[in-house]
């Protein structure tokens, strides 16, 4: 009788419930890609569909937006394409802005279709589809720095100029001197175990619960870099696998096996580094000596701000950059 | 494994290491009459205290005794109901929890050779940056080794699965996707795990080191890849 009584229980509490959700059904947990939801602004290239959005007029000068992670979104990087003061990217430029491959609401993949080498083809075909024949201007923040390095490294003439905003490590041996600092490992640190206790209630096995999990890390892992608590810096939808896959593709027997930086010496144009006040990992110091790497380079700091100052200080950011491209031929 | 998963991995072995260490010494302080909580006879009792890395730092304390399965039939076999509950100890709070209930029973027992079962239905809370969840979960281990009068050793391999999980999203995380739905979650995870399991008699006190590794259901890596938790049990 008791039993009757408690499967009775469960099954009206249930039944009051709106229903019981798939966690590996996009629109749930996580929003829609591109394939979930054709209304999104999408482009089919290189094999995949990209989440992305243009801005301004296209017979100006093509500036390309890349996001970081690997396996964020550009949606941290859009109030660089607000106003501010009297001043907007796309009085002089074409904006582009695009989910790399398997991130935001971009397509999803399997964890083979992450390398350098892919990541490297889906730029130039989105340069080539969006500014034929015509050099283009990168912006990049964070990993985005460190994929408009790998190709000004590759492609030199393609690029007329570019914003480097606080760049990961260009190689392995600037990756090897903070790797230390890069996360916050205590064993005792809530936001470690909460991540690991989380297998008692979703695992990731499929992109949805994937990414949904991904989340978990996002507001204090990374405590040195002082981003903001308050205002976050926000993403569509994180790419689980695109960023796992996509590192693993870059190190070797646990160490970083990649260099963005070996033909930088032949990139004479002017390059801006943008850096934040607070970051204690990749802020000033560590900029000052990745830009070494660059003939012609020079550096930015934005004061008062953490590693996501594009989102939290738009207007000091947009300010340096507008003060740069002044200098970029067109 | 991703490259945070490694990283993760690596510091958290060194605490592995430290588990092994402890117990190899303690197993080197001599044994008496041994018997596990796995093996109680009828009739006899167990209080158990168990920590570790076993998705995060954790800490157990649980209770199990031996029953006959036929009550008045000495040759029947030996239930042994168990409760346990687990908190993790990393920032001590009661949401981030897990209670379990079942019972173990010998399958099979050949000469030295035993096979158990273990059933073990649970409940377990989580709060996090981004959700708040409860989940209705199901253990299932297969226990096969041997049990001595002064140690045992098994190898143990197990499916867990969350079948029912309740999932509030955060504010936090809502300011990411606001129109992500609160409410059941129908199969939200499962994991498989393999590993062994002995220990050692002291008196009354008996010390059990486990440890092994575990993957999702569909054989994914996950950010804590193995598990090594110390426990001590107490018979009466």
């Known amino acids: ?330 | 494994m991703n490259g945070r998963g490694k990283w993760i991995w690596r510091r958290l072995l060194a605490l592995a290491w430290a588990f092994f260490v402890l117990i190899a010494l303690l197993a080197l302080t001599g044994a008496a009459h041994a018997q596990s909580f796995s093996r109680l006879d009828a009739g006899q009792q167990t209080v158990t205290a168990e920590t570790g890395l076993q998705s995060g730092v954790v800490t157990s304390v649980g209770y199990a005794r031996g029953m006959q399965l036929r009550a008045g039939d000495p040759t029947s076999r030996t239930l042994i109901p168990f409760a346990q509950a687990t908190l993790l100890v990393a920032r001590p709070d009661l949401h981030d929890y897990g209670l379990r209930a079942g019972a173990q029973i010998s399958v099979v027992s050949i000469g030295w050779f035993d096979l158990s079962a273990q059933l073990a239905l649970g409940v377990a809370g989580t709060e996090n940056s981004i959700y708040t969840g409860t989940a209705l979960r199901t253990d299932l281990a297969l226990l096969a080794g041997h049990y001595g009068r002064r140690w045992f050793a098994v190898a143990e391999a197990g499916y867990d699965r969350a079948w029912l999980t309740y999932i509030e999203n955060s504010a936090y995380y809502r300011a990411f996707y606001p129109e992500a739905k609160d409410g059941w979650y129908a199969g939200t995870g499962g994991k498989l795990h393999a590993g062994a399991k002995g220990g050692v008699s002291i008196g009354p006190v008996e010390v059990v080191l486990r440890a092994g590794v575990v993957r999702t259901e569909t054989l994914e890596d996950l950010d804590l890849p193995f598990y090594a938790t110390l426990g001590a049990n107490y018979r009466f």
């Not at chain 1, 482009?43 to 964020?72: N, R």
């Not at chain 1, 949606?75 to 660089?80: E, Q």
């Not at chain 1, 569509?236 to 963005?260: E, H, P």
């Not at chain 1, 943008?274 to 204690?280: I, L, M, P, T």
Request: charged share 20%; net charge negative; proline share 6%.
């Open chain 1, 1 to 330: 009788m008791r039993t009757h009584f408690a499967l009775l229980l469960m099954t009206a509490g249930l039944a009051a419930c709106d229903g019981i959700h798939d966690p590996s059904l996009a629109g749930n947990l996580v929003p829609r890609t591109v394939d979930e939801d054709p209304t999104l602004p999408s482009i089919a290239l290189a094999g995949t569909v990209f989440h992305t959005e243009a801005f301004g007029d296209p017979s100006k000068p093509v500036v390309i937006m890349l996001h970081g992670g690997p396996g964020g979104s550009y949606r941290d990087m859009l109030r660089l394409n607000d106003r501010h003061d009297g001043y907007a990217l796309t009085d002089d430029h074409h904006v582009i802005f695009w989910d790399q491959r398997g991130s935001g609401l971009s397509r999803r993949h399997d964890c083979g279709a992450y390398n350098l080498e892919q990541t490297d083809a889906d730029l130039v075909a989105l340069v080539e589809h969006v500014s034929p024949g015509r050099p283009v201007i990168l912006i990049g923040h964070s990993w985005g720095g460190m994929y408009a390095s790998l190709y000004i490294n590759r492609h030199p003439d393609k690029v007329a100029g570019a914003v480097l905003m606080e760049p990961g490590p260009l190689n392995g041996a600037m990756f090897d001197s903070i790797i230390k600092d890069l996360y916050d490992l205590d064993p005792f640190s809530e936001w470690l175990n909460d991540d690991v206790w989380d297998g008692q209630f979703l695992t990731a096995d499929d992109h949805a619960r994937a990414d949904y999990h991904r989340m978990l890390g996002v507001r204090d892992s990374q405590p040195k870099y002082h981003q903001d608590e308050t205002d976050p810096a926000l993403s569509w939808r994180l790419g689980a696998v695109a960023n796992s896959c996509l590192i693993d593709s870059a190190t070797k027997d646990g160490k970083a096996n990649y260099d963005f930086t070996d033909h930088l010496a032949a990139y004479t144009k002017p390059v801006l580094f943008v850096a934040s006040a607070k970051n204690e990992v990749i802020g000033v110091a560590f900029q000052e000596r990745q830009k070494q790497f660059f003939p012609a380079a020079e550096l930015v700091t934005i004061p008062d701000s953490g590693h996501d100052m594009q989102w939290t200080h738009p207007a000091e950011s947009l300010a340096a950059i507008r003060s740069y491209l002044s200098t970029v031929a067109p």
